[in-house]
C-alpha cells in the first residue's frame, strides 16, 4: 500500500501562484510514475499533468501547459505542482495519484485525500 498526502492548496486572486507537494510514504516507490488530477464540484476529475518515474518525461493537459509544471524528488518521496498564472477555471480541488503517467484516471491505483485551491477572480 502507499498512502499519499496532499499539501498546499489555499485561495488565491487571479494571476497568483500556489506550490502544491504531494508526499509518499508506506509501500513507496521512487519507482512510481506520479501524477495529478483535478476535480471541480459537480464535475468529473480530470488529468492535469504527470511524471515518470525518474522525472525524465512529464505531460501536460492542453489547459495547463507553459503554466504548470509537475516536478519530483525520490529523495523525499515528493512530487510537487507549481502553478503560475492562475485562473479561475484552475478552481477546484487537486489530487495527487501514483502508478501511471496516463490520462484516465482509473489507471491509478493509489489515490490521496485532495487539498482545495481556489482563485478568486
Known amino acids: 500500500q502507499v498512502q499519499l498526502v496532499e499539501s498546499g492548496g489555499g485561495l488565491v486572486q487571479a494571476g497568483g501562484s500556489l506550490r502544491l507537494s504531494c508526499v509518499a510514504s508506506g509501500r513507496t516507490g521512487s519507482w512510481y510514475a506520479m501524477a495529478w488530477f483535478r476535480q471541480a464540484p459537480g464535475k468529473e476529475r480530470k488529468f492535469v499533468a504527470s511524471i515518470s518515474w525518474n522525472g525524465g518525461s512529464t505531460y501536460y493537459a492542453d489547459s495547463v501547459t507553459g503554466r504548470f509544471t509537475i516536478s519530483r524528488d525520490n529523495a523525499k518521496n515528493t512530487v510537487y505542482l507549481q502553478m503560475n498564472s492562475l485562473k479561475p477555471e484552475d478552481t477546484a480541488g487537486y489530487y495527487c495519484?501514483?502508478?501511471?503517467?496516463?490520462?484516465?484516471?482509473?489507471?491509478?491505483?493509489?489515490w490521496g485525500q485532495g487539498t482545495q485551491v481556489t482563485v478568486s477572480s
Open positions: 495519484a501514483a502508478g501511471s503517467v496516463y490520462t484516465d484516471p482509473g489507471q491509478y491505483e493509489y
